[in-house]
């Protein structure tokens, strides 16, 4: 079961001797995660898998396709078109062939048929069923093939010729759905749908062991040595027995789905499914978990390969859609290490990097850039960079590190999450949820606490404890699927605790940037340059970005941030901004103030129009008087209309106090809103600020170690001064 060894398969093994010589005391993890997926165009509800003996190739079967594909490269070697289903799919023991049965037709029951491995060609070589055949077994020497029936029993099949040899009949009152043959090729065991496994001689006859379990048997199968066998059933009871049929060990999972013997019979692999779906690894001696990996997607079937330890080096998951997952260690990628310009300091050349400038857009998609003098490959978008935030109170030191998956790894996890707990195109908040679980779940987060642990160092004090939790920032629910650009950002909320209470100014020093962690889904993203922003309950924020890894450690002070004395007016003004609600009680008054002055002014018409009717009276009773009075009524009208107008303006003039009055509480609530208000994500970004003395400071296109301080102050600036940093690199770079 061993693979070729190209030249990053021998780093993988370095790897793998690297990972069995590592304690694994240390809190649970996998020691391999996500790699990749396998594609087969127009295919989807990926079920059944398989490895080649020599581990080099893989099969598996989908709703009307089997494919083949590389098992190292996952490149699609074949696929073949099938009528329907294909429900499993199993290597001949000399690999030479590839057994697979599907659903029949009303047309055609030949379910069982046969792919020549060597031409990668379909064989005319069929055998009919008239039930849906839900597995394929070879005998030891490839000669016979064992089938369900409708018989509720077995066909034993003749390659050479498909002809049956002979039925193994009378045992199961339900539906096969486990056969196994014994590794010495003289016995077989058959499981059934209520529980019920049998033994059978090499010739077909029952051999009066019986075993009953409490549920639908999953998987049954031999040891190598035929000493042992081992029972999964859909409830999740996993059991091995002696040959002679005595009860070994048990212990119950969630759901059971399928399970393999390691080649040297020392472990057992079982696919648990259900909510928390993963693959265990067991002593095969008392069942003892020894590994895990968890699964953020539906998981039907698994195959493994295993290293020259005997220990699994890749396990392939068939997911019910469109790919098989793989799980393994990482390689190291090509180019790493070697001498040349590398932007992004990764140890990856710009001559082979795929994304220079480490922004998750892959240098041939790259087209973030501000002008057209810039390569946009080596202008990074800091949008999509790493980012950390960092955020201090009294008495915690809370990091939020957040990487971003490339678009067509963050594409294939939408579509693996999207079946893995309901069955629908949706991609639901349970599921983005299950996908953040299993990543904090799969990585080593002690070894990712003291990798930022290691690097943050304060100037008074220290950080204690550590814990880690992983969430989805964005990309995973509500994009369509067939959004294939929308990029997944995932972010690890590192919370640590200080030694000594928060004081400002607040300094520390980020000596240098962590990698990803083994067996993190952060190894798929790119981790450097860093944007990085940090503020505490009492100072403003302070950014700084891009951090190149070139510009060695940086100093980060957070100062307290003193509220600038708002004049009296300033404050009424700020008030009735924090509270508009405060403008109706004014506003309310306003109108209540007019309609009393136009009020009042109707009332002064109807005394003046009064007024006016007495005088005339009055000139009328004096008309006999000289004409020199007559003057003088005049003289009087105009004085009472002065009077009128004198009268108006004085009533408005006296509104303006018991508005002041209104306005006053308003200074004393915006005091207290004070506080939340440094804190606010809003506020931050508007605030962030760079120190342009230190933006001089360029990466050169060979990394060096720098070994200057770089102090970041919160010395205001704005996001050109950015920009024109990230210009410089390019240029330089270029
Ligand atoms: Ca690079
Ligand atoms: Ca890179
Ligand atoms: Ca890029």
């Given at each position: ?12 093994c ?6 069995f ?35 080099n190739?893989l099969?598996?079967g ?19 078109e ?10 001949s ?6 057994a ?30 008239s ?14 093939l ?5 018989n ?12 049956v ?60 040595t ?13 059991s ?28 057992i ?18 069942l ?67 994304d ?14 501000q ?6 490959s ?39 999450s ?54 989805v ?5 509500l ?22 209470a ?43 970005s ?9 100093i ?21 901004i ?28 109807l ?33 009472s ?13 006296r ?37 342009s ?21 919160t ?16 240029e330089?770079?270029?």
């Open positions: 079961m061993f693979a070729s060894f190209s030249k990053s398969k021998l780093i993988l370095f790897f793998m001797v690297f990972i010589v590592t304690p694994t005391s240390a809190g649970e993890y996998s020691d391999i995660a996500y790699l990749d997926s396998t594609s087969t165009p127009s295919a989807t509800e990926s079920r059944t898998t398989d490895i080649h003996p020599n581990g190739i099969a598996s989908y709703d009307g396709y089997v494919a083949i594909h590389d098992a190292d490269t996952l490149e699609l070697i074949q696929r073949f099938i009528e329907n289903d294909v429900l499993d799919v199993e290597f023991p000399d690999g030479s062939k590839l697979f049965t599907r659903s029949g037709t009303s047309a055609d029951t030949d379910t069982t048929q046969i792919i020549d491995v060597d031409s990668m060609s379909l064989m005319d070589k069929e055998h009919g069923s039930t849906q055949p839900l597995m394929v077994k070879w005998s030891v020497d490839g000669n016979l064992a089938v369900p029936n409708s509720k029993g077995v066909d034993v099949v003749r390659f050479s010729d498909m002809q040899e002979r039925t193994l009949n009378g045992e199961h009152n339900t539906r096969v759905t486990c056969i196994s043959y014994s590794t010495l090729g003289n016995y077989m065991l058959t499981g059934d749908e209520t529980g019920r496994v049998v033994m059978w001689d090499s010739d077909g006859n029952p051999t009066g062991k019986v075993w009953a379990m409490d549920s639908k048997i999953e998987e049954c199968s031999f040891d190598s035929d000493e042992r066998f081992a029972v999964l059933t859909t409830e999740g009871e996993l091995t027995w002696t040959f002679a049929g005595g009860n070994i060990a048990n212990i119950s999972l969630e759901k059971g789905s399928a399970l393999h013997w390691s080649s040297d019979n020392n472990l692999h079982v696919l648990e499914a259900g909510s928390t779906p993963r693959i265990l690894t067991v002593q095969s001696t008392d003892e978990k020894t590994g895990v990996i968890y699964l953020a997607h539906q998981a039907l079937d698994f195959s493994l390969k295993e290293n020259e330890f005997g220990t699994r080096e890749m396990v392939y998951v068939a997911t019910n859609t469109g790919h098989i997952s793989v799980y393994g260690a990482k390689a190291i990628p090509e180019g790493y290490g070697e001498s040349g310009s590398d932007l992004d300091g990764d140890n990856i050349p710009d001559s082979y990097d795929r220079d400038d480490g922004d998750s857009i892959i240098d041939t998609l790259d087209k973030n850039c002008s057209v003098n810039q390569l946009c080596k202008s990074p978008d800091i949008s999509t960079i790493r980012s950390i935030e960092i955020n201090v109170n009294s008495t915690s030191f809370i990091l939020r590190d957040t990487f971003t998956l490339d678009s067509e790894t963050s594409s294939i996890m939408r579509n693996l999207r079946k893995s707990l309901i069955a629908d195109a949706q991609l639901s908040q349970f599921e983005e949820n299950l996908f953040a679980q299993s990543i904090c779940q799969n990585m080593n987060t002690n070894h990712f606490i003291s990798s930022w642990k290691n690097v943050i160092q304060l100037s008074a004090g220290q950080l204690v404890d550590g814990h880690v939790d992983c969430e920032e964005s990309g995973m629910t994009v369509a699927q067939i959004d294939y650009n929308t990029r997944i950002a995932v972010t690890f909320v590192l919370v640590f605790n200080l030694s000594e928060l004081s400002h100014p607040f300094e520390f020093t980020l000596k240098s940037q962590p990698t990803a962690t083994d067996s993190s889904l952060a190894q798929h993203a790119e981790m450097h340059p860093i944007d990085v922003t940090a503020t505490s309950t009492k100072s403003s924020s302070v950014y700084w891009p951090w190149w890894v070139i510009e060695g450690e940086l980060l002070t957070l100062e307290e941030e003193r509220e600038e004395e708002l004049s009296f007016f300033g404050k009424i003004i700020a008030g009735i924090d509270y508009p609600i405060l403008l109706l009680p004014i506003l309310a008054f306003f109108v209540v103030g007019i309609v009393g002055i136009i009020r009042r002014m109707n009332s002064i018409d005394d003046f129009d009064e007024d006016d009717e007495d005088e005339l009276k009055e000139s009328i009773d004096e008309e006999d008087d000289t004409e020199s009075d007559e003057e003088n009524i005049e003289f009087i009208d105009d004085k209309e002065n009077a009128e107008e004198k009268s108006v303006r004085r009533k408005v003039r509104k303006p106090k018991p508005e002041v009055e209104i306005e006053t509480p308003v200074i004393a609530r915006r005091k207290a809103r004070n506080i939340p208000n440094v804190d606010g994500p809003i506020t931050k970004v508007k605030r962030r600020r760079l120190d003395g230190i933006s001089s400071q360029q990466p050169t296109a060979k990394p060096v170690k720098a070994s200057k301080r770089k102090v970041v102050t010395k205001k600036n704005t996001r050109e001064v950015k920009t024109r940093k990230v210009v410089k690199n390019t330089k770079d270029d």
